[in-house]
């Protein structure tokens, strides 16, 4: 029996008129709720779809108290297929630490591991090896060899980003965008 912890997923982005009908019945099968302990939100077209997104940010905001690995796989599954962005935040349970994933279509998907709060969170073992490298840096006398110290900075530079979480566009907000040479459905709104 797989695992079962909440996870809460936020969409985002233009969805093409001909596929709401098919995102709508993903949602349905998914059960996925707005806020946790409420009701299914179980959209059948594009009007209820878009009434479901907050209004501040003019994103689709899901959830489910327990879900299997925290994840929506389905659903996660028919939005990278179609490139339509997301980001989803999943609680830890016994093996499994707390995560953010997030897709983007230009540049894939990303996942990290999260704190409690599910904040993205870095190990410590590769920041030590930047700090160790920054200190040999500043040990260098600066006008003796300059170069060797602006190396060292540049290597702790290099290790510290490849461990850092991704930097993402922020999610723009759903909208529901014409399969013909017009933009947009009339009567959807923009975030």
Aim: hydrophobic content about 35%; glycine content about 6%.
């Amino acid at each position: 029996m797989a695992d079962r912890m909440s996870a809460e997923i936020w969409i985002g982005g233009s969805i093409s008129e001909s596929l709401v009908d098919e995102f709508c019945g993903v949602l349905r099968d998914e059960s996925l709720s707005p806020d946790y302990g409420e009701a299914s939100f179980e959209p059948h077209d594009a009007e209820e779809l878009l009434e479901g997104t907050l209004k501040d940010s003019g994103l689709l905001r899901l959830c489910d108290d327990e879900v299997a690995y925290g994840e929506f796989g389905d659903l996660e599954t028919w939005l990278q297929e179609h490139d339509i962005p997301y980001t989803r935040k999943s609680d830890g349970k016994y093996e499994h630490d707390p995560v953010v994933v997030e897709f983007r279509p230009e540049s894939g998907l990303h996942e990290c591991t999260a704190n409690k709060a599910l904040q993205p969170v870095v190990p410590v073992e590769p920041l030590r090896k930047v700090v160790r490298r920054l200190q040999a840096a500043t040990a260098l006398p600066a006008k003796k060899k300059p170069k060797k110290a602006r190396k060292r900075v540049k290597q702790a530079l290099k290790l510290l980003t490849r461990h850092m979480p991704s930097e993402l566009p922020p999610l723009p907000p759903l909208e529901i965008v014409h399969d013909g040479p017009e933009d947009k459905v009339p009567g959807t709104r923009e975030g």
